[in-house]
T-cell receptor, first 114, second 116 residues
Framework: DAKTTQPNSMESNEEEPVHLPCNHS???????IHWYRQLPSQGPEYVIH???SNVNNRMASLAIAEDRKSSTLILHRATLRDAAVYYC???????????????FGQGTILTVHP | DAGITQSPRYKITETGRQVTLMCHQT?????MFWYRQDLGHGLRLIYY???????DKGEVPDGYVVSRSKTENFPLTLESATRSQTSVYFC???????????????FGEGSWLTVV
């Protein structure tokens, strides 16, 4: 499985934008870029995913580099509730019974200051 | 919308005992997964299932047994619990589908297991 590299931690102030980077230089053409986050004492939750084009949803935006070797999760206005561990994960679209397995790295611990 | 539920949420057991963690989802999702999360290791896949009666090993399957006789249930059994299996266990599910329509994986709230 292709690997991702994220900073161990980042800090932000409340109501400011946050840009969480992820490097995936060995990404394959069939890999989707997924972001999940894990709030304290909870299971991970889906944030956003994309393949080539930038994506927006109610939670965040995902900016994908043209060569797809890196991506950035953008939280437009961080709140205290956004403090969590953010995981950037590549999900192979090759199909088969292994389809959908997530391989988690260490993620980025986001601290939001009031 | 019940979603995906795990039970028990908290369990303390003794070394050598058999423990079963239950996972139930109400969406009829095809895929189900069991992960464990330990400090310093992040989330690691134990077992997964693509459909009823189809299961496969993940990254750390030793010491665990799974079954999937019904689509909605995916129990995880520790046949003889060891202290190294003290962890937080997360069940997850996902529907089948294309990458654009069926990618979201939904996690339960976790089962905290302590083996003493």
């Amino acid at each position: 499985d292709a690997k991702t590299t994220q900073p161990n931690s980042m800090e932000s102030n409340e109501e400011e934008p946050v840009h969480l980077p992820c490097n995936h230089s060995t990404i394959s053409g069939t890999d989707y870029i997924h972001w999940y986050r894990q709030l304290p004492s909870q299971g991970p939750e889906y944030v956003i995913h994309g393949l080539t084009s930038n994506v927006n949803n109610r939670m965040a935006s995902l900016a994908i580099a043209e060569d797809r070797k890196s991506s950035t999760l953008i939280l437009h206005r961080a709140t205290l509730r956004d403090a969590a561990v953010y995981y950037c994960i590549l999900l192979d679209n090759a199909g088969g019974t292994s389809y959908g397995k997530l391989t988690f790295g260490q993620g980025t611990i986001l601290t939001v200051h009031p | 919308d019940a979603g995906i539920t795990q039970s028990p949420r908290y369990k303390i057991t003794e070394t050598g005992r058999q423990v079963t963690l239950m996972c139930h989802q109400t969406w009829s999702h095809s895929y189900m997964f069991w992960y464990r999360q330990d400090l310093g290791h992040g989330l690691r896949l134990i077992y997964y299932s693509a459909a009823a009666d189809i299961t496969d090993k993940g990254e750390v399957p030793d010491g665990y047994v799974v079954s999937r006789s019904k689509t909605e249930n995916f129990p995880l059994t520790l046949e003889s619990a060891t202290r190294s299996q003290t962890s937080v266990y997360f069940c997850a599910s996902k529907r089948s589908g294309t990458a654009t329509s069926g990618n979201t994986i939904y996690f339960g709230e976790g089962s905290w297991l302590t083996v003493v």
